[in-house]
């Protein structure tokens, strides 16, 4: 156990724990670091400095078309989904109590690629209505799978076998919608499958950042009864958590965070899954992990795209292929030490 | 474990052997009937045109280099996958085992992408090792992470492990794609699992590397039964369990291996198939290899005349007809609710 500090503002108090926040608050600098890092790198290269200045509006025409209208806009992306995976992947882990009932890994974003796909290569539908289609995708496909998964209750392991095997219907769906577009449209519905930030401008910035600040609130409220959740259902009940309604709650929020992220950046993967985990093991057991997980999130994120923008400069590869090449591993290293542990997937 | 310990709906070798030749006439009806279904239909008596007195008219054509060689690819490719489903679901006890779910088929596909993108291979012979290669490492992989430690490789574990792998493998493959359009525009055909990527020429090089397959596969069905008793009743009785794991390892290899070489990675028959036949003759794998060889291709051809007549005159591939039907299989498995408790 770790000391804590109560902080009081008024009628409001919290508890803070130093270490959580300690490394939070590390893991935000690094994030506006590599950030600030990433804005000036591009075409051509723009000194921090430089940018800095446009930043405070003192720059060029050009120097604020590109850093302003381009470059920023692209990382705030970044920033927001990586803190929505993860604090989704965060709820979804410690509703379920296990680390693989991800959104990745149960089907939501593969319903909200499915959509997108649909939209670019059947419908041409110009990029402003793709977020939409997506949101609604995922919304479905998750309502699918929670409906196929339920058998008095929904159990972790079930839910995530019901997820492989929709993952796989859409998949094949979506491969399918990839041989009936011309090579352009199949191009552009890869990228965008992959996860990609490319492109991203302050449309998909406006949708991820107010899905944050609606959803992200009620989550760090609900975050509490999370707590007396994983202490099983009986005892959550003797301490007065209507139960069925705060799970409610908190899956919607969950669901919402992960298909507004898709929406805006496609489904980047492995980040609800190893941000939260990431946060676990750094942060002490009993903590509340959404904030950690969030900040590791948005610095997961931010640093795979500035991978995956220089490892093949000057093709710049998606930021999606970054993180399943680090997630993917990470999870077969998770499945194989619960294994070891006896605890099963 | 869940492997029916009921007894199929055939009890006595008569029957079973009776039902099997049945099962053959049915394969050889699906035969005939993919030979003559299509955007374009022909008759029995064009088909014996075709082969006897090869005149090379239009119908000669068609028959003879499209579906001649779709037929035997459909027969070929789906002999193989439900044969290399039963040995997995045999070896590893696992009733969700499936060399596409598992990740066997995304190794091989990796392999042959690799090697016709960036080695230049483009005969079956050449990319098949490289499938066989793909198909090796992922399912040692797979098996290794599902496996580790106490408790050993349940079928949640296997199949998250396959997932897992899938999703590294397949974006290794995007990646690879993105950075070249015309390797992008030859693998989304590939991808989906079709019979029609083979011509005659590769069906015929495929030929003994499935023969050997499924002869492997076939003499392990004794074994088979006694590692159905549990790891240490087997050996009592004398089974030599890593022998059997490696030899069931290497037929899996082999037929799931080739199978992808040839018609790209394709889903769910080798799940789907030996549950059927487990149903018919229950759980002597004695008779469930034998009966997958039967069922298994007679599926694959009556999904790919499925997937030419649904949307004629364009097609759904064989891979997207088996995923559609095998996945709500595979779910319907999963709702049971013994198996969320492996």
Redo the contacts between chains.
Sequence with gaps: MSTRWAVRVGRVSTRVDPVATGIALLAWALTLGLAAFSLTLGDYEIPLAQVLETLAGRGSLIMTDVVVNNRLPRILVGIGVGVAFAVSGAIFQRLARNP?VSPD?IGINAGAALAAVLMITVLGSSTAWIPAGALAGSLLTATCIYL??Y?NGV?G??L???G??????I???T??L??LAD?YA??NA??W??GSLAGRSWPQATIIGVALLVLVPPAMAAARQLRVLELGDDLARALGVRIEGARAVLIAIGVGLAALATAAAGPI??VALVAPQLARRLVPEGVPSLPVAGALGALLVVASDLIARQL?AP?A??V??VT??LG??Y??FL??R?????R?? | MTLSRRRGLLHHSGPRAAGLAAAVTVLLAAVLLSLLAGAQWFGPRDVYAAAAEFAGSDTDRVIRYLRLPRTATGLLAGAALGLAGALMQGVTRNPLADPGLLGVNAGAALAVVGAIGLLGIHSLTGYVWFAMGGALVATVVVHLVGSVGRGGATPVKLALAGAALSALLGSVTSAATLLDLSTLNEFRFWVVGSLTLATGGIVAQAVPFIAVGIVLALALGRSLNQLALGEDLATALGTRVTVVRILAGLAVVLLAGTATAMAGPIGFVGLAVPHVARTIVGPDYRWILPWSVVLAPTVLLLADVAGRLVVRPAELQVGIVTALFGAPLFIALVRRRKLAEL
Excluded at chain 1, 338 to 342: I, L, M, Q, Y
């Design positions: 693989l890994l196929l998964a058998r159990a392991q079930r995530v076998l019901v492989i095997g929709v993952t796989a219907i998949g094949s769906l491969a399918y990839l041989t090579i199949a191009k890869l990228l499958l992959t993967g492995f093949f093709t590869l998606p999606g292929i399943a090449f993917a591993p999870l077969l499945l194989a619960a294994n070891r542990v006896g099963g997937g």
